[in-house]
């Protein structure tokens, strides 16, 4: 439009309304393409940051983050021989690898050595990030944040990280899709700190270290799972030498010994003992490991001050993480006196149900306070135990003494209930007071039964101990008797003398003549298999006497079966045995008692083989196999001692054949319940029988398996063996 037009337009309202709106439009025409061109140039300048990040950054910034090493690794031989076996073969996904354990234990050290190792796979760089898991006074590393710390850690430019954790963790993973990179998490908290730290890459490996076993990385991700247990003694040692600097010759071996077990093999507890160690210059080793033990004890020779270089410092994160019915478990578990705890001595401890205690022991060994040895048992480290009992005594309470009662009171009625299953013609005994366990195991049969004590069995002389100390006398004679005949069965009678002789005392404290008399009966039922004859019965008389004076037939019966094997077993004296065992009888049959009749049966049957009486004994033997086999309640271990009987009758009647069919019965039986000596005195009869018999070869591996069994329960019989095997060699 030219200049004459407009003004022509103008002239008239029309033309001034006409212009306006083609200046308006023109204007309007100029913003958008300003708009237009401000899109196309934001659009340039995404395209080239994300043409950037897309990329690597920059190539030629390879990250070597890893820390030094440690001087010296020791005792780790196994689980360096599992983690390079997993990278020998190229992964589909990146291989991760969790390394879990007890404070203190090595795992960063051990993380990072290997990762030294195997740092030349890795020709795009190695990461290293401590997530602060567990620590003094620090949070752990919030996942986004950790990614953030990732990101710069690649060379990703700050203004390049998104701030969403999704959008850093799909960053993340594309940096690392095509790259060879060693990335090396250190002190993880849980697995929802780790997953979005996952890499994911084919041609990566991930090492992650943590108190927590994070077994959702093993299930979901395929994670393998390495758990680091304390060093035994040799390591130690070596461990310990190489931190002091003086060879082994140098260092006498009483006192490095006496140190390594106060640390329980911990390479942590051993370095701060090093550390003492280093710090006393001008005397000799001896010396200052005596000043070291006459200084300080318990957790204080741990302890050099600083939180990185005292035990209670370093495991106490994992202790404050804990719910509070778990801290409270943590604590009741250090002054319960058990070395470990199964869901129903955790339920006892806190008065809750099987689910309750179930996730108070998960919750533990997340933390790695606790771990689990054995299917549904949980032991602790040494150290970790006296910590905890530290927290108890500083906040002791009476709820916390009726966990205590609960505890004791499950491990007695426990003990009775699986001591009738190995035992069940035996006279139980009333347990003390009235119930205060919330959960008692009752084993189905005489396996569980057996695997219970077995499983139990320093628990509960632990808790024998402890309640001799605090005058509990009824619990500790009571406990000292559900373990007799688990005792009886396997060999185990020095440890019957032991734990008897603490009855004792407190059976004389209580001033119970019942007791007493138990007491005496039991201690010289174990002399008389130790072959200690005179203490033996000396105390089955003061028994006697005892069950006499309270008119207890059925105690002076049993007293009596016990004097009659003393005097017979132990003494040779077959004469007096029959006595004792015929007034056994006498008084059992009065009474009517099938089961110990039976018993009693084929003891005077087995004196009456040893004084030659060899019709008579088995006539009286095989009346005992008849009354074992018509009782309501299986006596199998009176049983196969019976036919133990038999078959050496038959051996001196000269019938070979059927005196070893009846031994291998006896064998059976003796297996079936897992009777370790009883088995062993089997197989020395039946090679005599196979001897006899002219089969030398059988002969010698019956006995070969009867030394064995001897020498391993430390039986003085095994000399006899000994001298038999020999004579046919």
Request: with cysteine; glycine share 6%; aromatic share 8%.
């Given at each position: 439009?030219?200049?004459?037009?407009?003004?022509?337009?103008?002239g008239?309202?029309?033309?001034?309304?006409?212009?306006?709106?083609?200046?308006?439009?023109?204007?309007?025409?100029?913003?958008?393409?300003?708009?237009?061109?401000?899109?196309?140039?934001?659009?340039?300048?995404?395209?080239?940051?994300?043409?950037?990040?897309?990329?690597p950054i920059?190539a030629?910034?390879?990250?070597?983050?890893?820390?030094?090493?440690?001087?010296?690794?020791?005792?780790?031989?196994?689980e360096?021989?599992?983690?390079?076996?997993h990278?020998?073969?190229?992964?589909r996904?990146g291989?991760?690898?969790v390394?879990s354990?007890?404070?203190?234990v090595?795992?960063?050290?051990?993380?990072?050595?290997?990762?030294?190792?195997?740092?030349d796979?890795?020709?795009?760089?190695?990461?290293?990030?401590?997530?602060?898991?567990?620590?003094?006074?620090v949070?752990?590393?919030?996942?986004?944040?950790?990614?953030?710390?990732?990101?710069?850690?690649?060379?990703?430019?700050a203004?390049?990280?998104?701030a969403?954790?999704?959008?850093?963790?799909?960053?993340?993973?594309?940096?690392?899709?095509?790259?060879?990179?060693?990335?090396?998490?250190d002190?993880?908290?849980?697995?929802a700190?780790?997953?979005?730290?996952?890499?994911?890459?084919?041609a990566?490996?991930?090492?992650?270290t943590?108190?927590?076993p994070?077994?959702?990385?093993?299930?979901?991700?395929g994670?393998?799972?390495?758990?680091?247990?304390?060093?035994d003694e040799?390591?130690?040692l070596?461990?310990?030498?190489?931190?002091?600097?003086?060879?082994?010759?140098?260092?006498?071996?009483?006192?490095?010994?006496?140190?390594?077990?106060?640390?329980?093999?911990?390479?942590?507890?051993?370095?701060?003992?090093?550390?003492?160690?280093?710090?006393?210059?001008?005397?000799?080793?001896?010396?200052?490991a005596?000043?070291?033990?006459?200084?300080?004890?318990?957790?204080d020779?741990?302890?050099?001050?600083?939180?990185?270089?005292?035990?209670?410092?370093?495991?106490?994160?994992?202790?404050?993480?804990?719910?509070?019915e778990?801290?409270?478990l943590?604590?009741?578990?250090?002054?319960?006196?058990?070395?470990?705890?199964?869901?129903?001595?955790?339920?006892n401890?806190?008065?809750?149900?099987?689910?309750?205690?179930?996730?108070a022991?998960?919750e533990l060994?997340?933390?790695?306070?606790?771990?689990?040895?054995?299917?549904?048992?949980?032991?602790?480290?040494?150290?970790?135990?006296?910590?905890?009992?530290?927290?108890a005594?500083?906040?002791?309470?009476?709820?916390?003494?009726?966990s205590m009662?609960?505890?004791?009171?499950?491990?007695?009625?426990?003990?009775?209930?699986?001591?009738?299953k190995?035992?069940?013609p035996?006279?139980?005994i009333?347990?003390?007071?009235p119930?205060?366990?919330?959960?008692?195991?009752?084993?189905?049969d005489?396996?569980?039964?057996?695997?219970?004590?077995?499983a139990e069995h320093?628990?509960?002389?632990?808790?024998l101990?402890?309640?001799?100390?605090?005058?509990?006398?009824?619990?500790?004679?009571q406990?000292?008797?559900?373990l007799?005949?688990?005792?009886?069965?396997?060999?185990r009678?020095?440890?019957?003398?032991?734990?008897?002789?603490?009855a004792?005392a407190?059976?004389?404290?209580?001033?119970?003549?019942?007791?007493?008399?138990?007491?005496?009966r039991l201690?010289g039922?174990?002399?008389?298999?130790?072959?200690?004859?005179p203490?033996?019965?000396?105390?089955c008389?003061?028994?006697?006497?005892?069950?006499?004076?309270?008119?207890d037939?059925?105690?002076?019966?049993?007293?009596?079966?016990?004097?009659?094997?003393?005097?017979?077993?132990?003494?040779?004296?077959?004469?007096?045995?029959?006595?004792?065992?015929?007034?056994?009888?006498?008084?059992?049959?009065?009474l009517?008692?099938?089961?110990?009749?039976?018993?009693?049966?084929?003891?005077?049957?087995?004196?009456q083989?040893?004084?030659?009486?060899?019709r008579?004994?088995?006539?009286?033997?095989?009346?005992?196999?008849d009354?074992?086999?018509?009782?309501p309640?299986?006596?199998?271990?009176?049983?196969?001692?019976?036919?133990?009987?038999?078959?050496?009758?038959?051996?001196?009647?000269?019938?070979?054949?059927?005196?070893?069919?009846?031994y291998e019965d006896?064998?059976?039986?003796?297996?079936l319940?897992?009777?370790?000596?009883?088995?062993?005195?089997?197989?020395?009869?039946?090679g005599?029988t196979?001897?006899?018999?002219?089969?030398?070869?059988?002969?010698?591996?019956?006995?070969?398996?009867?030394?064995d069994?001897?020498?391993?329960?430390?039986?003085?019989?095994?000399?006899?063996?000994?001298?038999?095997?020999?004579?046919?060699?």
């Open positions: 439009m030219d200049v004459d037009t407009m003004w022509a337009i103008i008239s309202t029309a033309g001034v309304a006409s212009v306006v709106a083609t200046i308006a439009v023109a204007a309007v025409d100029r913003r958008s393409s300003r708009r237009r061109s401000d899109r196309a140039s934001r659009a340039a300048e995404t395209s080239t940051a994300q043409s950037q990040i897309a990329d920059d030629r910034a390879i990250p070597r983050q890893l820390p030094p090493p440690m001087r010296k690794i020791v005792g780790r031989e196994p360096i021989a599992t983690l390079n076996s990278i020998a073969e190229p992964a996904a291989y991760i690898f390394l354990g007890v404070a203190g090595g795992k960063t050290a051990l993380a990072t050595d290997w990762a030294h190792r195997i740092s796979r890795f020709p795009d760089g190695q990461i290293y990030l401590d997530l602060k898991g567990f620590g003094e006074d949070q752990p590393l919030d996942p986004s944040g950790a990614l953030g710390r990732l990101l710069r850690l690649l060379r990703i430019p203004e390049h990280i998104p969403d954790k999704d959008e850093r963790a799909s960053l993340y993973r594309r940096v690392l899709a095509e790259r060879r990179i060693l990335v090396v998490l002190n993880a908290h849980d697995a700190q780790i997953r979005p730290l996952l890499p994911g890459a084919p990566s490996v991930t090492i992650i943590g108190r927590d994070l077994h959702s990385l093993v299930i979901h991700d994670a393998v799972p390495v758990i680091l247990d304390v060093l040799s390591d130690s070596e461990l310990l030498y190489s931190r002091i600097g003086r060879v082994a010759e140098d260092f006498e071996s009483a006192d490095a010994v006496d140190l390594v077990r106060h640390t329980g093999g911990l390479p942590l507890a051993l370095a701060i003992v090093a550390a003492r160690i280093q710090s006393h210059t001008g005397a000799s080793i001896t010396e200052l005596g000043e070291v033990r006459r200084e300080r004890s318990g957790l020779l741990l302890d050099l001050g600083e939180a990185e270089t005292s035990f209670r410092a370093v495991v106490s994160p994992s202790y404050r993480a804990l719910s509070g778990t801290a409270r943590f604590r009741l578990f250090g002054v319960s006196s058990c070395f470990d705890l199964s869901w129903q001595t955790a339920a401890l806190l008065g809750t149900d099987k689910s309750g205690s179930h996730a022991l998960q060994g997340r933390h790695s306070l606790v771990q689990e040895r054995a299917p549904g048992r949980f032991r602790s480290h040494d150290l970790v135990r006296a910590y905890a009992a530290e927290l005594s500083a906040g002791q309470s009476h709820q916390d003494d009726d009662r609960r505890l004791r009171d499950y491990y007695l009625r426990s003990g009775l209930l699986a001591d009738h190995l035992n069940p035996r006279k139980q009333s347990p003390a007071g119930q205060a366990a919330s959960w008692i195991s009752q084993p189905a005489y396996g569980a039964a057996r695997e219970w004590f077995e320093d628990n509960i002389v632990a808790i101990n402890q309640c001799q100390v605090f005058g509990l006398h009824d619990m500790v004679w406990l000292a008797w559900t007799v005949t688990f005792y009886d069965r396997q060999g009678w020095h440890e019957q003398v032991d734990t008897q002789r603490l004792l407190s059976a004389e404290a209580l001033g119970s003549i019942e007791a007493r008399a138990v007491v005496h201690l039922q174990a002399y008389g298999w130790l072959g200690r004859h203490e033996a019965v000396d105390h008389e003061k028994a006697l006497t005892l069950y006499q004076s309270l008119n037939l059925n105690g002076c019966a049993r007293t009596h079966y016990t004097l009659g094997w003393a005097f017979g077993e132990r003494r040779n004296d077959y004469s007096t045995a029959l006595i004792h065992a015929q007034c056994a009888l006498e008084i059992y049959t009065a009517g008692d099938s089961a110990w009749q039976a018993r009693t049966l084929n003891s005077v049957g087995w004196y083989a040893q004084l030659s009486m060899y008579e004994a088995l006539l009286t033997c095989d009346k005992a196999i009354v074992f086999r018509r009782l309640d299986p006596d199998r271990h009176g049983e196969a001692d019976t036919l133990d009987s038999l078959g050496y009758v038959y051996h001196q009647l000269g019938d070979h054949d059927r005196a070893r069919q009846l006896a064998l059976h039986l003796w297996r319940q897992g009777n370790s000596y009883y088995e062993a005195d089997t197989l020395h009869h039946l005599d196979l001897l006899a018999g002219e089969d030398h070869r059988r002969a010698s591996e019956s006995w070969r398996r009867a030394l069994i001897l020498e391993r329960i430390g039986h003085p019989e095994s000399g006899m063996l000994r001298e038999k095997l020999r004579s046919v060699s």
